[in-house]
T-cell receptor, first 113, second 110 residues
Framework: DAGITQSPRHKVTETGTPVTLRCHQT?????MYWYRQDPEHGLRLIHY???????DKGEVSDGYSVSRSKTEDFLLTLESATSSQTSVYFC????????????FGPGTRLTVL | GQNIDQPTEMTATEGAIVQINCTYQ??????LFWYQQHAGEAPTFLSY????GLEEKGRFSSFLSRSKGYSYLLLKELQMKDSASYLC???????????FGQGTTLQVKP
């Protein structure tokens, strides 16, 4: 199994504060993705990375930034959290190149008050 | 765009067969994926279709018709543990991006 962890698993924060979520993989996969999942919208891509320092925007990137300084870590930052960013955040890795299945991390439940 | 439509909810009986449909409107995609997601857990990969036709994996099969903009996931010999959400997704571009439908919540009853 692909090793992928997310931290923290749960976080409660206040509007206007910065928040960083971490995704860590142990198997040197090139492609990594950040999604958010909401009941009314389903799973939506925020940002993705195709290598160290190579990132691009997804469907719902406004209000989010990412960084990937090492292959194994992909960070998602909310510069100034808003209540609309309350969601479950999933990180995923592309298991065998760009065209194949993605393996998802356990998720982070973020609540912005 | 890549509008992806799935029924919101379905109910089926243990031991039966259920078909979950997915229709889409897109100018192009690489493949169509199905994921399973149990409540409170992460999505897990079930199947992948690139070409038209049926892909079978044990009790689960997935079908794709590109000309009709249509796919389905077929679950046979339903078990209680199959109660979950089933997500249809289109593979986009050459970076492995996935665009997901909103998912179908399946409830299996005894």
């Amino acid at each position: 199994d692909a090793g992928i962890t997310q931290s923290p698993r749960h976080k409660v924060t206040e509007t206007g504060t910065p928040v960083t979520l971490r995704c860590h993989q142990t198997e040197n996969h090139r492609y990594m993705y950040w999604y958010r999942q909401d009941p009314e919208h389903g799973l939506r891509l925020i940002h993705y990375s195709y290598g160290v320092k190579d990132t691009d925007k997804g469907e719902v990137s406004d209000g989010y930034s990412v960084s990937r300084s090492k292959t194994e870590d992909f960070l998602l930052t909310l510069e100034s959290a808003t209540s609309s960013q309350t969601s479950v955040y999933f990180c995923a890795i592309g298991l065998a190149g760009a065209m194949n299945e993605q393996f998802f991390g356990p998720g982070t439940r973020l609540t912005v008050l | 765009g890549q509008n992806i439509d799935q029924p919101t909810e379905m109910t089926a009986t243990e031991g039966a067969i259920v078909q979950i449909n997915c229709t889409y409107q897109t100018s192009g995609f690489n493949g169509l994926f199905w994921y399973q997601q149990h409540a409170g857990e992460a999505p897990t990969f079930l199947s992948y279709n690139v070409l038209d036709g049926l892909e079978e994996k044990g009790r689960f099969s997935s079908f794709l018709s590109r000309s009709k903009g249509y796919s389905y996931l077929l679950l046979k010999e339903l078990q209680m543990k199959d109660s979950a959400s089933y997500l249809c997704a289109l593979g986009s571009g050459n970076t492995g991006k996935l665009i997901f439908g909103q998912g179908t919540t399946l409830q299996v009853k005894p």
